[in-house]
Structures are given as structure tokens and as C-alpha cells.
């Protein structure tokens, strides 16, 4: 199951008047994961879902959602019933009660899950009496996720689910998400810009800065390729240019040099052994280390 | 449930449009005694001449009946008025005001097409149209009664016919027009200038009259002549379709 992909995203470009939202955005969400798709405040990660959704039209490059062109309008409408979606400002109808927009949610998914509904509206406490714009941020993103779990959906896509939330609440969510995705089978999309979520709950991680994926893979295999290699040396640390492939970052401050590597610390260490350093320590990165080396220097 | 999420977003707007025609409606035959009284009035100014004085003599002469009356004082003026204001509240709204006051996302989301979307839209704001055209002027036949008159049924669904099918302009352009602009206002304040500009082109010219919008929303013809306006509502059965065409392009391509 691991090897077929639910999303596939090859060299997604699109402009808003002089802004580059997306510049040749690449990556794959393989059917069945739990895919934190993290980037900072504006780095193209909303952008890159609404294509998904089709709400949005890419300049250039192709999207597939279950093998299906989601830049066509039928394909798209295809992809939209097996899909649930959860906007990042929970956007849903001021005007109807929790019960109203239950029901006409449900009009739309033949698998609709109304035991599951009854359920989570009993668990999130949710007033079936009352108008969405009455909820609190909190209340609001629980109704969200009711409507977007109970379609019996083959794909969530949720773009920043615990935004603006408290810290209890964001966990109440989590731990919802979890459960659901622990008891059918379905693949999780999400974005995100905090990093402990992720980190928390997420399988396979892309990493966007600026409309560009720059890491992408299954969370344990990046976590294993990143090394940070700590070279102290008894004088001023040399100014050095690594050939070993996959230095993310080199920083010198005194008589200490920090390599951070994407492709493991071997060679590395051996190219470092030549500049006859007094230690060499090698560290794995967690992923807010890696977060924050790959996209501070970007930037 | 597309129709009932449209109706809950419409409601109020057709409800506080439905209640106002109908007091006018009510008020329309409730003063007409009180008008005729005021007719002698209305004979001496017209013997002044100039513009307005040929205007009141029209008037006089068209009310000197009470189906020339309720025309004039319905059909041409208050319903004519009145329902514009209520096709142009009506027309504005939809998935591009909505997305920047929230609910667009969740709407684009669901395995709906935006085609279907503009169609559930204009087919409920049409229908809502369709009651105030029809629903108050029965008012009238029912009302008259009361004051020893009475006004044909076939009147009203003549009328209310050439009021809605010319009519519908306005809520179409207005629809095409919230295709385009992000907030409610512009495209009701566009509409409202495009309606004056109309206006005032049939009083200037009177040669557009069998074209003009308002002549064709008032059916003068049919009082007048017994015959339907119909270059009037041909032309503008196909200016709405071509207005809702429109529209339907733009949401297709537009990004949200």
C-alpha cells in the first residue's frame, strides 16, 4: 500500500502578480501515511492545497489526487467526493445550527458516517442547537472535523487543524484525528507550522520554504539522514568548502565548525579528519533542528 | 440541500421584500378613493402644459379607471420600483463574497460543481423574484373588493409575466457582477447606475420605449394596446442568459 500515491505533485508553479507562491513544488503522499506537509507562515502551503481542492489553477505543473488530474473539472469532482477538507480558518456556515450543517454535510457522502457524527457530537460536547457563529475557534474546529470524518472519506486534507487553538483543545483534535485514522483506513494530508504537531503525529514529513519542497521523505528515514557534525579545533576553526554531498549548512563561530548534513555524517567526518580538528562530535537533528537549519538558511 | 442552504441565505432579503410589497400593495387600493378625490387637481395642472403637466395629464387620463390606476400606481411605479430594489438585493452574494467573509472553502469542497453552485443560486433568487412579482399584485384582486372595485387575476399574471422576464436583468447582472467584485456593495451600486442610466435613456429617447426596460416591466403595451411587449421581453429574456453565462465563466475561472 505504501508504494501507490494517494497525491502526487510534480513541478507546481503558481504567481500571484509578482509573488511566487509555488515554484516547481515536487512531492508524493503515499496512500495510507499520516503527511505533515510544515512550512512557514506563507511559504505555499495553503496554496498548494486549494490547487488539490481545485479551488485554485496552477500556472504550471500537474497534480494528481488518486491518479485523477486535479486541475480538471470533472476529475476534480470526482476527487471531492472521496476527499474531507478542513480550511485553516474553519470556514463554515455562520447562519445554520451544528445539527443544520451536520445534515447538509451529510447530503453529499453516500458513506456518511451518522453513527460516528452522533458519536463525536457527544465526545466534542457540540450544541446541536446552536448557530455556527455562535461556537467559540475551539468548538468551530471540532464541528469541522466532525464534518470532515464522518464523510467516510479516502483522503483528509487539512490545512493547519489546531490553528488558533488552545493547547488542550489542539490535543482534544489531535488525539481525535488519531483515533479515526488508527480505526479506518484512509491517508492523512496536513499542514502545518508547528512543528511539535508533526513531530507528534505525522509518518512522512515535505518541509516548503518559499514554493519549493527542500525535505521530503518518511519521518524516521529523515531523521536518520540528518546529522549535525560538531568539529572544535584548538585555534581559529578553518574556512572550509565540504565536497561530501548533502551539507545543508556550514557555520564557524571561533574554534568551533557546524556541519549540518542531509545524507548522513560518514563522509563528512572523513573529509573533517583531514583539517585535523581536536573533536569531532556527530548528533542526530530533531525535526524543529531540521526545520530550522534547512529553512534559515534558506532565508 | 443546495436549495436550502441558498433559501437560509436569501431569506431575509425576500421576507422584508415580500412584507413591503405587500403593504404597498394594500395601500395601493386603500387610497384609491382618496386619489380620485385628488383627480380635479390633477386636471388643472396638466392645463398648465410644459413636461410635467403633459406627465400628469397621462396620468389622469390612464387612472380614470381602476385598472388604469392600479397600473399606473402599481405595475408602473411602486411594484416596478420597489421589486428592482429587492432583484438587485437579491442578485448580490454568492461564493466570491463569501470567500472573503468565510464559508466559500467549505462550499468548494464538496463534490459540487461551480456550474451547479450558480445555477442553485440564480434559480432560488429567480424564484424568490417570481413570488414578488406575482404573490402582491394578488393582493390587489383579493383587496378590491373591499372598496366595491375589482382587478382581474389575467391582469396580474400579464403584468407580473413582463415584470419578472424584463425584470430579471437586473438580478442577472447583479449576479454577474458579485462574480466579479469581492464585496456586496459595488455590484449592487454598478446595477443601481446601469438601472438609472436605463431609466433616463426611455425618457430621453422615446423611439428605444419598446425596448426600454421599464416599459417592458410595466407591460404599457398590454394596457394600452392588449399586446405583450414581446421585442422588449425577447430581448430581455436573452441579455439575462447571456448575463448568467457570463457569471457561470467567471466562477469557473476564477481563483479562490
Redesign the interface.
Given at each position: 500500500m505504501a508504494d501507490r500515491l494517494t497525491i502526487e505533485i510534480t513541478d507546481l508553479r503558481k504567481r500571484y502578480g509578482a509573488v511566487d507562491a509555488l515554484c516547481g513544488l515536487t512531492f508524493g503522499v503515499p496512500a495510507g501515511s499520516i503527511y505533515g506537509f510544515l512550512g512557514r507562515n506563507g511559504a505555499g502551503k495553503t496554496t498548494a492545497i486549494?490547487i488539490l481542492?481545485?479551488?485554485?489553477?496552477p500556472d504550471a505543473g500537474e497534480v494528481r489526487v488518486f491518479g485523477l488530474a486535479a486541475t480538471n473539472?470533472s476529475a476534480s469532482?470526482?476527487i471531492?467526493?472521496r476527499?474531507?477538507?478542513v480550511?485553516e480558518?474553519k470556514?463554515?456556515?455562520?447562519?445554520?445550527t451544528v445539527d443544520?450543517i451536520i445534515?447538509?454535510?451529510s447530503?453529499?457522502?453516500p458513506s456518511w458516517r451518522g453513527d460516528l457524527a452522533a458519536r463525536y457530537r457527544r465526545t466534542f460536547d457540540l450544541p446541536a442547537d446552536r448557530k455556527v457563529k455562535a461556537l467559540s475557534r475551539g468548538t468551530r474546529t471540532k464541528l469541522a472535523l466532525l464534518l470532515s470524518l464522518c464523510r467516510g472519506a479516502e483522503l483528509l486534507i487539512l490545512d493547519e487543524p489546531t490553528s488558533g487553538l488552545d493547547p488542550a483543545v489542539s490535543e482534544e483534535a489531535l488525539q481525535a484525528l488519531v483515533s479515526y485514522v488508527d480505526s479506518v483506513e484512509t491517508t492523512v494530508f496536513f499542514s502545518s507550522h508547528q512543528i511539535a504537531e508533526v513531530d507528534q503525529i505525522a509518518d512522512h514529513v515535505t518541509i516548503i520554504d518559499k514554493g519549493s519542497a527542500i525535505v521530503q521523505g518518511a519521518l524516521d528515514d529523515v531523521r536518520e539522514r540528518y546529522r549535525r557534525v560538531q568539529l572544535v579545533f584548538d585555534g581559529d576553526a578553518p574556512v572550509v568548502a565540504f565536497r561530501a554531498p548533502g551539507v545543508v549548512r556550514v557555520r564557524r563561530e571561533h574554534r568551533m565548525l557546524t556541519v549540518v548534513s542531509s545524507a548522513g555524517a560518514d563522509e563528512i567526518v572523513n573529509e573533517a579528519r583531514a583539517l585535523n580538528p581536536a573533536s569531532v562530535t556527530v548528533s542526530p537533528l530533531t525535526l524543529k533542528d531540521i526545520f530550522l537549519d534547512t529553512v534559515t538558511k534558506e532565508n | 440541500?443546495l436549495w436550502?442552504?441558498a433559501w437560509?441565505?436569501t431569506r431575509w432579503r425576500f421576507l422584508i421584500g415580500m412584507a413591503l410589497l405587500f403593504i404597498m400593495a394594500c395601500s395601493v387600493v386603500l387610497t384609491y378613493h382618496t386619489v380620485q378625490q385628488l383627480m380635479p387637481l390633477a386636471s388643472s395642472v396638466s392645463r398648465q402644459g410644459g413636461a410635467l403637466g403633459r406627465l400628469v395629464g397621462e396620468a389622469a387620463a390612464i387612472e380614470s379607471t381602476y385598472r388604469g390606476y392600479v397600473w399606473w400606481q402599481w405595475f408602473r411605479q411602486n411594484l416596478c420600483q420597489a421589486w428592482v430594489l429587492f432583484a438587485l438585493l437579491l442578485g448580490t452574494g454568492g461564493l466570491t463574497l463569501q470567500g472573503t467573509r468565510?464559508?466559500?472553502?467549505?462550499t468548494?469542497?464538496?463534490?459540487?460543481?461551480r456550474t451547479r453552485l450558480l445555477a442553485v443560486r440564480a434559480s432560488t433568487g429567480l424564484a424568490e423574484l417570481a413570488v414578488l412579482a406575482f404573490i402582491p399584485s394578488g393582493v390587489i384582486t383579493v383587496l378590491s373588493p373591499v372598496i366595491a372595485q375589482s382587478y382581474g387575476v389575467g391582469d396580474v399574471l400579464v403584468h407580473g409575466v413582463c415584470l419578472f422576464l424584463a425584470g430579471s436583468v437586473v438580478f442577472c447582472l447583479t449576479v454577474f457582477l458579485s462574480t466579479h467584485f469581492a464585496d456586496a456593495w459595488t455590484p449592487a451600486l454598478l446595477t443601481l447606475i446601469v438601472v438609472v442610466v436605463l431609466a433616463a435613456a426611455e425618457f430621453v429617447a422615446p423611439a428605444l420605449a419598446p425596448y426600454g426596460l421599464f416599459r417592458t416591466m410595466s407591460g404599457e403595451s398590454y394596457l394600452l394596446h392588449g399586446t405583450l411587449p414581446w421585442a422588449g421581453l425577447i430581448v430581455s429574456v436573452m441579455v439575462s442568459a447571456v448575463l448568467l453565462l457570463a457569471a457561470d465563466r467567471n466562477l469557473?475561472a476564477r481563483?479562490?
Open positions: 486549494k481542492l481545485g479551488m485554485t489553477r473539472e469532482l470526482d471531492r467526493r476527499i474531507a477538507f480550511s480558518e470556514d463554515l456556515y455562520d447562519y445554520m443544520e445534515r447538509f454535510t447530503s453529499f457522502y | 440541500m436550502h442552504k437560509l441565505e468565510g464559508g466559500a472553502l467549505y468548494l469542497s464538496l463534490p459540487v460543481s469557473r481563483d479562490f
